[in-house]
């Protein structure tokens, strides 16, 4: 292998110097000196090719100055009429409001000058260009309520399948300690109301806060029977949640002694609709 590649450098050096010498060695006696190629144009001419692609490029040049001088004088043009529109423009409201009502004339004038069938032609294009504006609105906002009203029945989709999904934690908040306070509340309530024996014992400026106490005694039933659906709705019930069941069955029962004792009042009081409305509203 060293010996192929010791032959291959000296071919190439040998290549090289002959070509060198060729290059520096002077012509042989008799040899007349060598002016470039056979055939070549005189030293400082251009080839015809080289002369007409040339004469392009510069023909190019121009061109490209040409346009460039042209879309500048057409930039400056325009400019120049912005800034005599700009200038003829009204300034003061005043000045607005007379050229609004030059133009109404102008219209009103044209119009006038026009012939009937000309006008009638026009009024109809006006009004199907209307009609179109119109139909065009319609549809946007037929579309728009069709994309709220998809995104509020999709909304209340996902809520009805989260509460209709089985959870069986929604049974923590259903316990006898959540029901307890209930039945403490509608008994201390009936108690109250089966002291009240005449009109005195039950003073009008009592019936707000007994409003008040129907009002939290009404929510927190409404809790509490929130948190039972729950329960039954989770597929899951726990031995506390059968426990506060058992006790809520019995809020039931002190519920329609309560009911018994308002109806009581209401024939002692039955020319006071505050009363009346404050114990229908409780019912509801």
Partial sequence: MKRLIGTSLLVSIGWGSAAALAQTAPNAPGTPQVQGQPGAAPQ??????????????????????EAEKKAAAEAAERNRLKRELRAQEPKTPEE?????????????????????????????????????????RAAQEAQAKAATAEQNAAKLKNELDAIHKPNPARGAHFTPR???????????????????????????????????????????????EEAMDGVHRAGV???ENKEAEALYARAGDLAKALDAEMQRIEKLFPNVPQLHAMFAKFRD
Wanted: zero cysteines.
């Fill in 44 to 65: 400082g001419a251009l080839s015809p090719q080289l002369s007409q692609t040339q004469a392009v490029i510069q023909d190019a040049l121009r061109q490209a100055q």
């Fill in 96 to 136: 607005r409001a007379a050229l609004r009502a030059a133009r109404a004339e102008a219209r009103q004038k044209e119009r006038a000058e026009m012939s009937p069938e000309v006008r009638a032609a026009r009024e109809k294009e006006i009004q199907v260009r209307r009609a179109q504006i119109a139909a065009l």
């Fill in 178 to 224: 959540n029901v307890m306070p209930l039945l403490q509340s509608l008994d201390n309530l009936t108690k109250r109301l089966a002291a009240v024996k005449t009109p005195a014992d039950l003073p009008v400026q009592q019936m707000g806060q007994l409003d008040q106490e129907l009002t939290r005694i009404s929510n927190y039933m409404d809790r509490v």
């Fill in 237 to 239: 019930q726990t031995p």
